[in-house]
């Protein structure tokens, strides 16, 4: 079973994201730097149980939510500048198209 494009990308943002966490100032890194990882990891997880789930809808909007957190946390990191510019832009461009993506997927998943 070939592996969805939206787990690959999911994974890709987590590979990106881990080294920028790195970065952050101690006092950050082990709090929201530790969050934004488990957040990003749990989102990964979810998008792999919707995959061999049955009722894929709810696990797929429960990594729609997922995604949302994700996306603000993100945000915070920028305005707390934890990250700078190009980084965030990078990675709100992933979460973006991820976004695209899981939204096709729940779209097709209600038919």
Same mark, same amino acid.
């Given at each position: &079973?070939? /592996?969805?494009?939206?787990?690959?990308?999911?994974?890709?943002?987590?590979?990106?994201?881990?080294?920028?966490?790195? +970065?952050?100032?101690?006092?950050?890194?082990?709090?929201? @730097?530790?969050?934004? /990882?488990? &957040?990003?990891?749990?989102?990964? &997880?979810?998008?792999? /149980?919707? !995959?061999?789930?049955?009722?894929?809808?709810?696990?797929?909007? +429960?990594?729609?939510?997922?995604?949302?957190?994700? !996306?603000?946390?993100?945000?915070?990191? +920028?305005?707390?500048?934890? &990250?700078?510019?190009?980084?965030? /832009?990078?990675?709100?461009?992933?979460?973006?198209?991820? @976004?695209?993506?899981? @939204? @096709?997927?729940?779209?097709?998943?209600?038919?």
């Amino acid at each position: &079973m070939e /592996e969805p494009l939206i787990i690959t990308k999911a994974y890709d943002l987590i590979l990106y994201l881990v080294p920028q966490i790195a +970065k952050f100032p101690k006092q950050y890194r082990y709090s929201l @730097g530790e969050k934004l /990882e488990m &957040m990003s990891l749990d989102f990964l &997880m979810t998008l792999i /149980e919707a !995959r061999y789930s049955k009722e894929k809808i709810i696990v797929l909007k +429960k990594a729609n939510l997922s995604l949302e957190k994700l !996306r603000y946390c993100i945000r915070l990191c +920028k305005d707390l500048k934890l &990250m700078s510019h190009h980084p965030y /832009e990078i990675m709100t461009k992933r979460v973006h198209e991820i @976004g695209l993506q899981l @939204g @096709g997927w729940i779209k097709q998943s209600r038919v």
